[in-house]
């Protein structure tokens, strides 16, 4: 684990999709994931969007979430359907497809790139505190935000 130029906390979409990024450009990065394996409880995410399509389709790996989806050319906004065919992309739809397929696919995708993809197992129970240890502190949102979520800070490893 400390042989990684980048260790992603977390597996989900933005983990791997950052991870495949990075090991396009040749970074040695490393997903580490605290579930076992890539299922889900309950639902989350159920779909992309038509600028989500066109980025895995520049990436060369749209098609494959293509063929496990379902294309609606509509969209929800408010309570009102909105008709988004007419936007001007190739992928003028919404993919319906849940988040466990999506990250499916991505794992795939960036273990095809060389990612090395951790996901916590009884064996490794402390690949958490590994994590954190080789990167650094967490610390909570900048003053003045309200999202919540930690920030990593860089330490110079």
Avoid: C
Wanted: net charge negative.
């Amino acid at each position: 684990m400390n042989d990684h130029a980048v260790k992603i906390a977390g597996g989900a979409p933005t983990g791997l999709m950052l991870a495949g990024e990075l090991a396009l450009a040749k970074v040695d990065v490393a997903v580490v994931e605290r579930r076992p394996n890539q299922d889900l409880t309950g639902s989350r995410a159920g779909g992309l969007h038509s600028h989500t399509i066109e980025i895995l389709d520049q990436r060369g790996i749209a098609d494959r979430f293509l063929a496990e989806g379902q294309k609606a050319q509509v969209a929800a906004f408010g309570g009102t359907q909105l008709d988004i065919s007419d936007i001007p992309t190739r992928h003028n739809y919404e993919l319906g497809l849940w988040q466990k397929h999506i990250e499916r696919l991505l794992a795939g995708w960036v273990g095809e790139l060389g990612v090395h993809n951790v996901m916590a197992n009884p064996a490794e129970t402390n690949q958490w505190a590994d994590l954190l240890a080789i990167t650094g502190q967490l610390y909570g949102p900048p003053a003045g935000t309200s999202t919540g979520r930690p920030r990593a800070e860089p330490t110079g490893h």
